[in-house]
Structures are given as structure tokens and as C-alpha cells.
């Protein structure tokens, strides 16, 4: 987990700011996106795609999925009832034929969006991916990315998709469902618009049935069930930006319906588009529970994710009383310092806000009293002896140069990339220059 964080920190740290990428906040963001309606393929020129085209229907999902330019994107394994995870059975992710729940058109990346008085679309569909009823499905990907788009045909309430960094039980760094789709389409009517990713508007009702035979007049009025006019049809793209990656996509189907997606689409580096993001914004810790120890340097940023801000939020914690010796960062929603003291696990909600965006999540801080209150002071550099060690006579300073060096070995504990860079950079280093630079002048004052 750890490494595949580290990764991803220096390809955030690489990749220079686009000029026309909006500025988010310093989290990591995932941003979501809507294709035209029809659009059954991805925009993303080099992403690879699975169309699942060359798959025998109604067999088992292959354990294996790769690109149809051969090239691996990952392996899948189905969540048995006993917990166990092994390759998926025909009743857990099956291979389906076209028919109205999905089967996207050959060459779909091709295909205008129809002039209002198109009557049919080419009927035509392709083999697609099923998960049924009450069933997980997990795509461990064979190296990290930032991302993924699909076609998501017969939004079912109950589709939900997770992405993980660090595997299925590492650092959550997105969650998508179909309720998160229909509130950006609306209701299925011919008044709501939505903007796609081209930057045009169009009516969220034209997103309801499937395109390969709806008759675009009707799809606004019309209730054929022949075309399931009653679930959202969309090719959704999810990219991840701020050095975020995912290495593990869990695809989760409710008590009932089925998760029915074609042209899968995984790549790296995607600078998301210039248009404006309508998703619902939300932030997800992924780390939310954090535990910190009396007298260690702590920093952490509960691995927060902000998803769809239209400008970068700023954060704040209710309620604001932190353990002692603690700070709340409004800018990343982190919290940092050396606890001095002990306390109990408490329930915090951290906001986001940018505008009339006020997300929030909910995360937890509780400090281990190690019985080493009070705290020593920060270390002293080698050339200072005394001078500047009196101000440790402050609640919670002790005169104990030796310390120094073991704060600094146990302050480095395994928290998520960007905490621990702000724990490198931020401040322990800076703690310790600035120290180093005021003390050898006071002592040779003295
Ligand atoms: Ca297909």
C-alpha cells in the first residue's frame, strides 16, 4: 500500500499544473464526468479499452481482463459466500449478449449524437459484462492508474463502484453510484440539463433508455419499456487528478437488478476537461480513523479525496476542540502536531467548502497516552548546549536533549503520501531548521 502511495506522489509531483485544469484543493481529486447521450465509448485517445466484444456470451467473466490491444489491465475475483475472494462463476459476472440492458454498438466512438428528428439508432449491440444480484465484483488492476471510464447501461439504484488505492482494503479514494448518476441527470424529463464532457447541454431525459433503439423524439415522453425507459444510459469517466490513483476498482450490485457496463476504459495522466463538473461534490477519507501517540510527531490528512468541487474548497472540523498539541489544517482538512496528552476517540465531521458545495465526512481522532507526559522538548543540534533549552520550560517541555533524534524516528509512522511528506517537508524539517538556525546565534550571543 505504502509504495503504491509513494508512487503516486511522485507522478503528482512530475506532472506540472495545466492552465486550464480548474485548481482544487491540495487533496487529491476525483473528478466525475457525463459523455453526450448515445456515446457508448471513451473520448481518452491511448486509453485501453475492453470491449468484451471477442468473450462467449453467457459464460463466466474471465479471471483475467486485458485490453482489446492485448495488454493486461487486471484480474477479477468474485466475493464468494463464505468472504473468500477466486475467480468469478457465471452466476457472479457473466458475459451477456446485447439485448436492452446493455451491448454497446460497434464503433460507438464515432457516433454523433442524432439530430432531434433521428427516429432509431443502429440496433446492432456487442457482448457486455453483467454482475448480478447481490454479488462484488473486484478488479485488482495490474498497475495503478488515474482513469476509468465505462458505459454504464441500465443504471440500476443499486450499482456502486469503489476505488481503492493499496488494494480492496487499502486507502478508498472514490465511490460512484447510480444515485449519484440520476442526480446529475434529474428527473426524466425534458426541463433538467445536464452539461457533458464536449461542454454542450443537453437534456438529462436523453440519458434515459438505450440508445441503440430508442427513438430520440420520444425518449422524453415516451414510457416503451421495449428500450427501459425507466434507467439512465451513460458513458461515465471518472479521472483522477492531484497524483490520485487507483489500483483496485469493487464493482458492487445490490439486492437486486443487475451491474451492466461495456468499454472499459483504464489510463494514466488524463487532464480532466474544462467544462463545468455538475456532479454532487463529496469528499471521502480514507483513512478516517486516526490514532496518534502522546509525545510522537503526528500528521495526517484522514486520506481525504474531494470528488466534483467547481473550485477548491476549504475545510473545517466540528466539533473544533482537538487533542492537545494538534492543529487543524483549513486548507487540506489534515490535523498535525505532538500530542501532549491523552484522549479518548472522538467523532469529528469535516466539511468541504467551496461555495454553495458543503460535503461532508466523517472521521475520528484519538491519542494513546503512553505515559511519557510531559513531553520533552524538540531536539537541540549538536552545537547548542543550553541557551535555548530554557524555553523548554513550557508546559510540556523537559529537558531532555537526547530525545531528539528518537522523536524523529518515531515520528515517521505509515500514514497516507501526502501526510507523510507534510511530516518531511512541513515539519519536522522545518521545525528543525529553523530551530537549528536560531540556536547556534543565541548561544554564540550568550
Ligand atoms: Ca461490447
Keep these: 500500500m505504502r509504495r503504491s502511495l ?4 511522485v507522478v503528482a509531483l512530475a506532472i506540472p499544473v495545466s492552465t486550464s485544469t480548474p485548481a482544487y484543493a491540495a487533496n487529491p ?5 457525463i459523455s453526450p447521450p448515445t456515446v457508448q465509448n471513451t473520448y481518452v485517445s491511448g486509453a485501453r ?10 459464460t463466466a467473466c474471465p479471471a483475467e481482463w486485458k485490453a482489446d490491444d492485448n495488454t493486461e489491465i487486471g484480474t477479477v475475483t468474485a466475493t464468494k459466500s463464505d468472504g473468500t475472494e477466486g475467480p468469478p462463476a457465471v452466476t457472479e459476472c457473466k458475459i451477456r449478449k446485447p439485448d436492452k440492458f446493455g451491448g454497446a454498438v460497434l464503433n460507438a466512438n464515432d457516433q454523433p449524437f442524432p439530430p432531434d428528428n433521428t427516429t432509431t439508432l443502429p440496433a446492432a449491440g456487442t457482448n457486455y459484462v453483467g454482475i448480478l444480484s447481490n454479488k462484488t465484483v473486484t478488479l485488482s488492476l495490474t498497475q495503478p492508474e488515474s482513469y476509468l471510464g465505462f458505459w454504464w447501461s441500465a443504471g440500476d439504484p443499486k450499482n456502486k463502484i469503489t476505488l481503492f488505492s493499496g488494494g480492496p482494503s487499502g486507502t478508498r479514494v472514490g465511490v460512484f453510484t447510480t444515485a449519484t448518476l440520476k442526480s446529475l441527470l434529474g428527473s426524466n424529463t425534458s426541463t433538467d440539463l445536464v452539461t457533458a464532457v464536449d461542454g454542450n447541454t443537453y437534456q438529462g431525459c436523453r440519458y434515459y433508455g438505450n440508445p441503440r433503439k430508442v427513438d430520440r423524439t420520444a425518449n422524453c415522453s415516451g414510457t416503451d419499456s421495449s428500450y427501459n425507459f425507466s434507467q439512465p444510459y451513460a458513458y461515465i469517466h471518472l479521472v483522477g487528478e492531484g497524483g490520485l490513483q487507483f489500483d483496485t476498482i469493487v464493482f458492487t450490485q445490490g439486492s437486486s437488478g443487475g451491474f451492466e457496463f461495456d468499454n472499459m476504459a483504464i489510463a494514466r495522466n488524463v487532464v480532466s476537461p474544462t467544462v463545468v463538473t455538475e456532479f454532487p461534490a463529496e469528499i471521502n477519507a480514507g483513512s478516517p480513523d486516526q490514532v496518534a501517540n502522546t509525545c510522537e510527531a503526528f500528521s495526517t490528512t484522514f486520506a481525504i479525496t474531494a470528488s466534483n468541487f467547481t473550485t477548491s474548497p476549504t475545510y473545517s472540523i466540528d466539533p473544533t476542540t482537538l487533542p492537545d498539541g494538534l492543529t487543524f489544517n483549513p486548507a487540506t482538512g489534515g490535523v498535525s502536531g505532538t500530542p501532549t496528552a491523552g ?3 472522538t467523532t469529528y465531521t469535516l466539511t468541504a467548502t467551496a461555495g ?5 465526512e466523517t472521521v ?3 491519542v494513546n497516552d503512553l505515559g511519557n507526559t510531559p513531553c520533552p522538548p524538540p531536539p537541540d543540534p549538536p552545537a547548542s548546549q ?22 524523529a524516528a518515531t515520528g515517521a509512522p505509515a500514514w497516507p503520501m501526502w501526510a507523510g511528506v507534510a511530516l518531511a517537508t512541513g515539519i519536522a524539517l522545518d521545525g528543525w531548521a529553523r530551530r537549528g538556525s ?6 554564540r550571543g550568550d
Design 49 to 58: 479499452i475492453a470491449t468484451f466484444n471477442d468473450k462467449a456470451a453467457d
Design 356 to 360: 454553495s458545495q458543503t460535503p461532508t
Design 6 to 9: 509513494i508512487v503516486a506522489l
Design 364 to 366: 475520528s481522532l484519538e
Design 343 to 345: 484522549f479518548t476517540k
Design 438 to 443: 536560531r540556536q547556534p546565534a543565541k548561544s
Design 386 to 407: 543550553s541557551s535555548n533549552t530554557r524555553s523548554g520550560n513550557s508546559p510540556g517541555h523537559v529537558h531532555d536533549t537526547n530525545n531528539g533524534p528518537q522523536l
Design 29 to 33: 481529486t476525483l473528478n466525475f464526468y
